[in-house]
């Protein structure tokens, strides 16, 4: 049953509902970033914040789900400008933009990351200086971005930060493509186009790539998502196959976990192939999926989706912190695991409800 308060109209007076499905895609993507985060402390292939022995099924999990992962929420970032900008003009988007993520970001980053940082330089380096006195540490030093040396980082709000920029580029896109084709449309784009389109942000990923997390392709990838996703015509070709989608995505990513994990081989020319189609497929099947079946609202999934942002900003800090003090007391590896997704879990929900009940409380100042 759709809520008919999301019910509005465009700027021709067309009826315009709102696409449910977007938002409970990026809520459930977003939880599931916790499991997802917490076994990166056993992953074989790089550090992180805390970093335990390699566990190879907790790393087939990490690489299992990665490829379409945050690729996917771009695509979606780039549906909902579009949806956006029905709305709200060019100005008042931008400040949308500034308000969402850029504030957010800065906060962000002076907290939560901070706190990341903090406790992998205990953890790492022995470091045993107060939380206050390393705001030193990590706003001096700079190495590889990373912030597991406990230097400054933007940890997992890089997100946000290219989401900001990109959107930025995507206007100036948008108002050329206005002002020189002013009818261009992808609505009869055919399936195979779709698929084929597939090879435009990895033409784009060289661009301005910083150890794996590029811009161009988060640029090509939220394009995408303007122009072609956000077409129902095009969602609606993606739904019938969704399922052949989703199955091309599960075996490649089965398939990069054998090579790339229980084989150990991580240089292997295959392992991009396999990641790109993984990838690209996992889109195809996810959002046409979620368009034929999760296109649903209820009280859970607004709670979720208003406060989805929050949760991503949160989430993390609380993933190290409890894998630091839970690796005192336990040692079994799944035990600490599991533990580790339910305190993360529990108090993220809880700072979210904190931040919320906050921010109720200086709007009623205001008034």
């Known amino acids: 049953m759709v809520d008919s308060s999301h019910i509005k109209c465009d700027e021709d007076g067309d009826v315009m509902k709102r696409k449910y499905y977007i938002d409970n895609i990026r ?6 970033l916790i499991p997802f985060h917490a076994a990166m402390a056993w992953n074989g292939w790089e550090g992180n914040y805390i970093w335990f022995e390699p566990c190879k099924p907790l790393s087939a999990f990490v690489i299992f789900v990665d490829p379409p992962y945050m690729a996917t929420l771009f695509v979606l970032a780039g549906m909902s400008i579009k949806f956006s900008l029905k709305k709200r003009s060019s100005k008042q988007f931008l400040m949308e933009r500034v308000h969402r993520l850029l504030v957010p970001l800065l906060v962000g980053i002076v907290t939560v990351v901070a706190v990341m940082t903090y406790y992998a330089d205990r953890f790492h380096n022995g470091y045993r200086g107060s939380f206050l006195s390393h705001y030193k540490v990590f706003f001096t030093h700079i190495s590889d971005f990373t912030g597991y040396d406990g230097y400054f980082t933007p940890g997992h709000l890089w997100f946000m930060l290219f989401l900001f920029l990109v959107s930025c580029l995507v206007l100036g896109v948008i108002g050329l493509q206005k002002r020189f084709l002013p009818d261009l449309s992808f609505e009869n784009c055919k399936l195979i186009g779709v698929i084929l389109i597939g090879v435009v942000p990895e033409i784009f990923a060289p661009v301005l790539d910083f150890g794996g997390k590029s811009i161009g392709r988060s640029f090509a990838l939220v394009l995408l ?5 956000s077409e129902e015509t095009v969602i609606h070709r993606m739904e019938k196959y969704a399922g052949i989608f989703l199955g091309i995505t599960a075996v490649s990513s089965s ?3 054998i090579l790339f994990v229980f084989l ?13 189609i993984s990838q690209w497929f996992g889109i195809l099947g996810v959002i046409g999926f979620a368009g034929k079946h999760m296109n649903w609202n209820n009280k859970v999934t607004q709670y979720l989706s208003k406060n989805s942002f929050r949760i991503y900003i949160v989430h993390f800090m609380w993933i190290v912190i409890s894998q630091y003090y839970l690796s005192q007391v336990v040692s079994e590896i799944y035990l600490l695991y599991a533990l580790s997704v339910i305190s993360a879990l529990l108090l993220t929900l809880f700072t979210v409800e904190v931040i919320g009940w906050i921010e ?3 709007k009623r100042d205001r008034k």
């Open 27 to 32: 809520w459930i993507f977003i939880l599931l």
């Open 225 to 229: 998502g303007y122009y072609i996703f």
């Open 255 to 257: 398939c990069l976990v």
């Open 264 to 276: 150990e081989n991580q240089t292997s020319v295959w392992n991009t192939i396999f990641c790109d």
């Open 360 to 362: 109720k409380m200086i």
